[in-house]
């Protein structure tokens, strides 16, 4: 079956500073692939998603790019700001159900 | 801007006793599904849910549980003996068709003791 692996959390980084969560996906087919954010105390929202080999998704200076070959979707940011702090997911998504990675937390110190 | 709602944001329940978690997806949307977040770990998927029918479960959806679309809007899961690993936050979400994305609910936090 599908599965997703993400880098291992918690990131602390400093504000400005460049981000990189590292995602790796197995699936049968080309599935479609997600960011979603998860701010404290609230629900999932999508971030960016890509549909396709070589697409980019772009989203509040977050982006990542659909990478077939190596089955990757990474997603980095050149300067984060402390209101990025939360729980990121990457996610893939086949003909119905959504598999998540484990999630990584991201701390952003002033 | 149309969004999922999930009520009640929070249960409490004893341990072996019934809950209904209530959602009400964007209302154009065909494909529903629960997925759940047990504290710190990640996102699992439950059931998906079209057509007023199951059209996948995981292993984690056994006999205790059950979905159902009773009135056109809302789309229910219930746990009909409640254990204690069934605390978790339950996310309702939904969508247009089942290769798009998905929309998810606030979630609802069930504390089972």
């Known amino acids: 079956g599908n599965s997703v692996t993400q880098m291992e959390g918690p990131v602390t980084l400093s504000e400005e500073a460049f981000l990189t969560i590292n995602c790796t996906y197995t699936?049968?087919?080309?599935?479609?692939l997600f960011w979603y954010v998860q701010y404290p105390g609230e629900g999932l929202q999508l971030l960016l998603k890509a549909t396709k080999a070589d697409d980019k998704g772009s989203n509040k200076g977050f982006e990542a790019t659909y990478r077939k070959e190596t089955t990757s979707f990474h997603l980095e940011k050149g300067s984060v700001q402390v209101s990025d702090s939360a729980v990121y997911f990457c996610a893939s998504q086949g003909a119905q159900k959504l598999v998540f990675g484990q999630g990584t937390r991201l701390t952003i110190n002033p | 801007e149309p969004e999922v709602t999930q009520t009640p944001s929070h249960q409490v329940t004893q341990m072996g006793q019934e809950v209904i978690l209530r959602c009400v997806p964007i209302?154009?949307?065909?494909?529903f599904y629960w997925y759940r977040q047990i504290l710190g770990q990640k996102v699992e998927f439950l059931v998906s849910?079209?057509?007023?029918?199951?059209?996948?479960k995981s292993e984690i959806f056994d006999d205790q549980f059950s979905v159902e679309r009773p009135d056109g809007s809302n789309f229910t899961l219930k746990i009909r003996s409640t254990k204690l690993e069934d605390s978790a936050m339950y996310f309702c979400a939904s969508t247009v068709d089942s290769y798009n994305e998905q929309f998810f609910g606030p979630g609802t936090r069930l504390t089972v003791l």
């Open positions: 209302s154009n949307h065909l494909y």
């Open positions: 849910f079209y057509n007023n029918e199951i059209s996948e």
């Open positions: 699936a049968t087919g080309y599935p479609s």
